[in-house]
């Protein structure tokens, strides 16, 4: 899998959005850019996942920039339960391979 | 529909003792991942398995480490003469179809000490 590049961690206030970065220059054209992120002491929890067009759900939105070279994970109102590590992965149809994420911090 | 079941969630083995921990997939998903996660560590990919075939052991250590998912039953993960360096967070993951365009969904994990 190409190989994708966030920062360490981020910091938001509480009922802003927040807006995760994802670098993925050498994606290719199979690859899925896939979110997950890990809540303290539990499993990764599946986020959202795109291919070419923005995608939106209930947990947030995706958008991708048209030359599929960076990503950019969009929730619209952190909550103090939003704090986790986010991981952006590309994935063309081989098991997740999850890099360091960003940490999000939510303060009040 | 029951998430994925992971069992048991705290596993205590002695060193040389073998450690068995398993997994139920989500009903109707015949795909299972499984990950370790060491302390202050990220999660890495051991074996990718589709009903009683392993598809991909590439992380796997050589030695010690083996998986199933057999046709009826649970799929495990089989630890032999464990070491303290074993002590980590196992996660499953299962999905409907293979690895791409799907989601996973993951289990709560089980955490091992090797004392």
């Known amino acids: 899998d190409a190989k994708t590049t966030q920062p360490n961690s981020m910091e938001s206030n509480e009922e802003e959005p927040v807006h995760l970065p994802c670098n993925h220059s050498t994606i290719s054209g199979t690859d899925y850019i896939h979110w997950y992120r890990q809540l303290p002491s539990q499993g990764p929890e599946y986020v959202i996942h795109g291919l070419t067009s923005n995608v939106n759900n209930r947990m947030a939105s995706l958008a991708i920039a048209e030359d599929r070279k960076s990503s950019t994970l969009i929730l619209h109102r952190a909550t103090l339960r939003d704090a986790a590590v986010y991981y952006c992965i590309l994935n063309s149809g081989y098991a997740l391979n999850f890099g360091k994420g960003t940490s999000l911090l939510v303060t009040p | ?115």
């Not at chain 2, 079941?5 to 997994?23: I, K, S, T």
């Not at chain 2, 010690?64 to 980590?88: H, M, N, T, Y």
């Open chain 2, 1 to 115: 529909n029951a998430g994925v079941m992971q069992n048991p969630r705290h596993l205590v083995r002695r060193r040389g003792q073998e450690a068995r921990l398993r997994c139920s997939p989500m009903k109707g998903h015949s795909h299972v991942y499984w990950y370790r996660q060491l302390p202050e560590e990220g999660l890495k990919f051991m074996v990718y398995l589709q009903k009683e075939n392993i598809i991909d052991e590439s992380g796997m250590p050589k030695e010690r480490f083996s998986a199933e998912f057999p046709k009826e039953g649970p799929s495990i993960l089989r630890i032999q003469q464990v070491v303290r360096g074993d002590s980590a967070a196992y996660f499953c993951a299962s999905s409907s179809r293979g690895p791409g365009n799907t989601e996973a969904f993951f289990g709560q994990g089980t955490r091992l000490t090797v004392v």
